[in-house]
């Protein structure tokens, strides 16, 4: 008798850490499965923000060519063509990835205006929300 519930205790043992090998080996192919999916949406991100960044060039050297070159309106358009030309480098350079490390840096180095401007915009979206 004591012979038969040691088999049996073993047996359940054994079934058990072959469940939790099964329950490890699934968990890590979810794990590896979620890593691919985010790897390749950031990676659509960032070639997406490099196609904006391109297209902000474009329309950048659209603006410089057929504004006038003099006066406050021609300084103006220059000012302008220039932000976009700037801001299509830096989307083509960072992308979305550097976009999120870079805002996360500002966060960091202000953290008190940063928790000013959230609340801000939470009471901007509450009064928008309201009515």
Known sequence: MAN???????????????????????????????????EALTSAADAGASAVGGGM????????SNAPSEGMIGTAASTVAKGLEQGGRY????GV??????????????????VLVGIGIGFLLAQLTRS
């Open 4 to 38: 038969t519930s040691t088999r049996k205790d073993e047996g359940a043992e054994q079934g058990m850490k072959h469940a939790q090998q099964a329950g490890a080996d699934a968990a890590g192919k979810v794990k590896e499965a979620a890593r691919s999916a985010g």
């Open 97 to 114: 990835t550097g976009m999120a490390e870079d805002f996360t840096d500002l966060i960091r180095r202000n953290p008190i205006p940063a």
């Open 57 to 64: 060039k474009s329309l950048a050297d659209t603006v410089r």
């Open 91 to 94: 989307l083509q350079k960072e």
